[in-house]
């Protein structure tokens, strides 16, 4: 049998799963592949002996319609092992994912958690992981997977936590969250801040569009960012990938099949051929956004430093790096392949994003990170735009509109909230920083921004590796310092 290697129909910005999760998925596709698993730090976990373990907590589905008073069981962990009865409560806010136990053991939150005595709770996105909450993943039943839900969900269960605990009035409550769940944390504070007193968003895209060109472009800026190396670079992907159009619009199909190593192989249909792209640049997307991350992964270095090998056709190095990340295996980019995936609608507690991510996308979010920039701004070529991306939502569900992220704009106000003690951190490096809310300074008494150079997406809540840039460590001391402020005040 033939080894078969599929693709995920976005890249998107999760990173808070499990390691079981992680390891299930490994060697299926490049942007999984380079999620980073959390690492338990042996210091934090010596205070007493604690093992986390899932809870199941009673939940409405419907909090806008006090005539529905359907329930679903939704999963939570809760680390009570720093807790002293008097200091705050930390949230992690969670996304699109299985919520790993090592969220509430593994993040640098959780060494501050220690310091200030901090309750732990997490509470796994409706829709996710284990929290189905509906039988099935119908379009129908997918109506009440929205942020407005999802906030609701973490807000009934702040309560209820505020009273099993016991907290006192006095413990201020604060969340945490990275990519979707950055924004999630924030949007927790400007919409509740009756529950919530400070929140800090990671790598949080506030400011959703329905053509997301722009990830393209961040990937280019952070490969020019190689000394010496990234001009080459770009300049090589760009001719490669100039060499491939060619060759599609040529339909010179066998040489690119037999290249890439492709099945089935492409005979030309256009769907195929914008999948086809897509992944070309996704072995990128993927790299870029998890780079410097974790001791032993691919790097941006790394890759570009094969890209420039001298004495090649830079065409000849792009396919080894394709080679290299399909690992041995064939790579399915048929449209229909993706499309059916997506249109399974069996609850899977295992799946990263997948249906439910891509119901989000089409309807509130878009984020579809197309090849429509300028050829001088991403070198990634022009066939995977809009019309693409957008004919997917109609394939798997039927809509026939775009995205609202206008309704999502107003609903939260982009990059234009109003509110009080959010602390937006950002990666310069990180392809979704284009939609996260940069442009305030850290002297914003409201609402400070911390822009952080080198560091790729949600590096700032991750236990600095061996390998991390050296810009983290005061990132990371300047969030501790915006915490402390706001719990004394
Ligand atoms: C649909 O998804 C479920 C759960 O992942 C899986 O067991 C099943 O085989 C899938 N069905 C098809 C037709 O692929
Ligand atoms: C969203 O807002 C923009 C700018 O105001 C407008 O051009 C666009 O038509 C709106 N889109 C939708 C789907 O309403
Ligand atoms: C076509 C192209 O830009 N090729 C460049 C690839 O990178 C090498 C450096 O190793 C350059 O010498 C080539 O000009």
């Not at 690492?39 to 007493?48: A, F, I, M, S, W």
């Not at 016991?166 to 504070?189: D, H, I």
């Not at 051929?273 to 870029?288: D, K």
């Not at 993706?338 to 799946?351: G, K, L, P, R």
Request: glycine residues 6%; contains cysteine.
């Amino acid at each position: 049998m033939m080894k078969l290697k599929t693709l995920s129909i976005v890249l998107f910005g999760i990173l808070l799963v499990s390691l079981a999760v992680e390891a299930q998925k490994r060697g299926f596709n490049p942007h999984i592949d380079l999620r980073k698993g959390l690492r338990p730090d042996p210091e934090l976990l010596k205070v007493h002996d604690y093992t986390p373990q899932y809870q199941w907590f009673t939940q409405r589905l419907d909090h806008f319609n006090v005539a529905n008073t359907q329930t679903f069981q939704q999963r939570y962990i809760i680390n009570d092992q720093y807790w002293n009865g008097n200091g705050p409560v930390f949230m992690m806010i969670n996304g699109e994912g299985p919520m790993g136990l090592d969220t509430v053991t593994s993040l640098q939150f959780v060494i501050w958690a220690k310091q200030y005595n901090a309750l732990i709770i997490s509470l796994e996105h409706r829709y996710y992981g284990a929290s189905f909450a509906t039988t099935d993943l119908g379009t129908d039943n997918l109506i009440y997977l929205n942020p407005e839900q999802a906030l609701a969900d973490n807000a009934v269960f702040r309560d209820w936590v505020n009273q099993a605990y016991n907290v006192k009035p006095t413990s201020k409550y604060v969340t945490f969250g990275g990519s979707y769940s950055g924004a999630l944390s924030s949007w927790m504070r400007i919409k509740y801040p009756n529950l919530i007193d400070l929140a800090i968003a990671s790598s949080g895209p506030v400011n959703p569009v329905v053509d997301f060109s722009q990830y393209l472009e961040v990937v280019q800026r952070a490969i020019l960012t190689l000394p010496n190396l990234g001009n080459q670079c770009i300049e090589n992907i760009s001719y490669a990938t100039q060499k491939i159009q060619d060759m599609l619009l040529q339909e010179d199909y066998s040489t690119l099949n037999q290249q890439f190593n492709l099945c089935p192989p492409l005979d030309g249909n256009p769907d195929d051929i914008a999948t086809f792209m897509q992944a070309l640049a996704g072995n990128w997307m993927g790299v870029a956004q998890y780079n410097n991350q974790e001791v032993g992964q691919q790097s941006l270095l790394n890759i570009c430093e094969m890209m420039v090998e001298p004495g090649n056709d830079p065409l000849t190095n792009y396919i080894t790096i394709w080679n290299l990340f399909a690992n041995g295996q064939c790579t399915d980019v048929s449209y229909n392949t993706m499309i059916q995936s997506m249109m399974n609608t069996t609850n899977d507690a295992t799946v990263i994003g997948g249906r439910m991510w891509f119901y989000q996308t089409c309807t509130n979010f878009g984020y579809y990170q197309t090849s429509d920039g300028p050829s001088d701004l991403q070198p990634f070529g022009d066939m995977f735009g809009l019309p693409y991306q957008v004919k997917q939502c109609a394939d798997v569900f039927g809509f026939d509109f775009e995205p609202n992220v206008n309704w999502t704009i107003t609903e939260f106000g982009g990059l234009n909230p109003s509110g009080s003690n959010v602390l937006y951190v950002n990666g310069m490096n990180d392809p979704w920083s284009a939609l996260g809310l940069t442009e305030h300074s850290i002297s914003d008494p409201l609402l400070p921004s911390l822009f952080i150079v080198g560091t790729s997406h949600c590096q700032d809540m991750m236990i600095p590796t061996a390998v991390t840039p050296s810009t983290v460590i005061p990132a990371q001391a300047t969030i501790n310092s915006f915490i402390s402020k706001w719990l004394n005040q």
